[in-house]
């Protein structure tokens, strides 16, 4: 497994969660990331991404101003900050190198790792 993510559990209804998606190819700071969460039954949405160089972000309009994207390419890491947690930001939440909106825009995904938010 190239994308590896970790960080998800449980949490209350306001509280926060760190996630973390390693990479283990070599060229990980000339691929743009992204976050792409799933619920069962419903399509794979976007959450969060970010440029290779990490100068560019872009949010779902669901998550802006809670979640926080980010990189360290020394590391070969890019984490998702969430913030003010919503019992809706329950899903199974997976990383992807690439760049863009769509799915479609990704050919490298992440194994998926649970975020369970409570009331």
């Known amino acids: 497994v190239q994308l590896q993510a970790s960080g998800g559990g449980l949490a209350q209804a306001g509280g926060s969660l760190k996630l973390a998606c390693v990479d283990s190819r070599r060229a990980f700071s000339t691929y743009g990331r992204a976050w792409f969460r799933q619920v069962a039954g419903k399509a794979r949405e976007f959450v969060a991404l970010?440029?290779?160089?990490?100068?560019?972000?872009h949010y779902a309009n669901s998550v802006k101003g809670r979640f926080i994207i980010s990189r360290d390419n020394a590391k070969n890491t890019v984490y998702l900050q969430m913030n003010s947690l919503k019992l809706e930001d329950t899903a199974v939440y997976y990383c992807?190198?690439?760049?863009?909106?769509?799915?479609?825009?990704?050919?490298?995904w992440g194994q998926g790792t649970l975020v369970t938010v409570s009331s």
């Open positions: 992807a190198a690439g760049y863009g909106l769509l799915t479609s825009d990704y050919n490298d």
């Open positions: 970010i440029s290779w160089s990490g100068d560019t972000t």
